[in-house]
C-alpha cells in the first residue's frame, strides 16, 4: 500500500493552496483519513481527519481556513487551505488507516509534500 502526497509548494500568506493524497496497493477498506504537519523544530501534529463516513476534526489552529475531504470511490484525501499564514509553513503528510485484509488494520503515511508560505 502507498499514499502518494501532491500539491505542495510555494505561496505568499493569504494564498490558497490544494493537498491530494491517494492510496493505492491492496487495500480492502481504507478508515479514518488525515493530514499532519511537522514544522522545523516541531513535532508532528494532527491539522485535519475524515472518517469514512465523512466526519471531520480539525486542530484549532485551522478552522474555518482548511477544509479536508475524501472520494471513498477513488480512495483519495484532499485538502484545501485557504486564507494561509506563514505558521502553516511545514511538511505536510498523508495519513490512513487501511484493512489490507477484512481484519487486519495498518497506519500509512505519505512521503511529505512541502507548504511554504511567504509574508
Known amino acids: 500500500v502507498q499514499l502518494v502526497e501532491s500539491g505542495g509548494g510555494l505561496v505568499r500568506a493569504r494564498g490558497s493552496l490544494k493537498l491530494s493524497c491517494a492510496a493505492s496497493g491492496s487495500i480492502f477498506r481504507i478508515n479514518d483519513m488525515g493530514w499532519y504537519r511537522q514544522a522545523p523544530g516541531k513535532q508532528r501534529e494532527l491539522v485535519a481527519q475524515?472518517?469514512?463516513?465523512?466526519?471531520?476534526n480539525y486542530a484549532d489552529s485551522v478552522k474555518g481556513r482548511f477544509t479536508i475531504s475524501r472520494d471513498n470511490g477513488k480512495n483519495t484525501v484532499d485538502l484545501q487551505m485557504i486564507s494561509l499564514k506563514p505558521e502553516d509553513t511545514a511538511v505536510y503528510y498523508c495519513?490512513?488507516?487501511?484493512?489490507?485484509?477484512?481484519?487486519?488494520?495498518?497506519?500509512?503515511w505519505g512521503q511529505g509534500t512541502q507548504v511554504t508560505v511567504s509574508s
Open positions: 475524515i472518517t469514512s463516513g465523512g466526519s471531520t
Open positions: 495519513n490512513a488507516l487501511i484493512q489490507v485484509k477484512r481484519y487486519y488494520e495498518f497506519e500509512y
